[in-house]
């Protein structure tokens, strides 16, 4: 007897301790997501990155802790490609490259590319923060160009 006893104690613990009351982080945290356009903001006035007009973003994600990480997925043709890198001041040049670590956040997956160009430079932003930029670029066919940039402080 002593024991259901001790149970039922026990359960009524830990089902108040499991939170059946209002406050529900989930959904807080959903409601502070910000949006691909505000990321996108963000990650230009982090690294200097100008997107011109043609160009379509596919994704925008943000991660931020002790370092900072933005990584922008774009779909453009070669002009855009070439207005971009310009407007954005890229000071490396695209270089062919048979395997890359990054991983995609949108479009086709790189390991399924025919060709695929890799470039990094260092940014100082307005802040004076050293910001490492990287350009991948999958030539899926002539015409089409999924860019993928990482942008980060380490």
Known sequence: MRLAGALAALMAIVVGMT???GEHRDADQR???PAVTDIVREAAEFGGI?????????DA?????????????LSTDQQ??????TASKFSAQLNKVYRVTETTIAGPPLDTSPSILQADDVYRNPD???VHRVVTVDERD???RYV???LYDT
């Open 19 to 21: 939170g059946c009351g």
């Open 31 to 33: 409601t502070r997501t």
């Open 50 to 58: 100008v997107i011109p007009q043609g160009v379509t973003v596919l």
């Open 61 to 73: 994600r943000s991660e931020r802790g002790i370092d900072t990480l933005y990584q922008l997925a």
């Open 80 to 85: 855009g490609l070439t207005l971009l890198l």
């Open 128 to 130: 004076g923060q050293s």
């Open 142 to 144: 002539p015409s089409n």
């Open 148 to 150: 993928h940039i990482q």
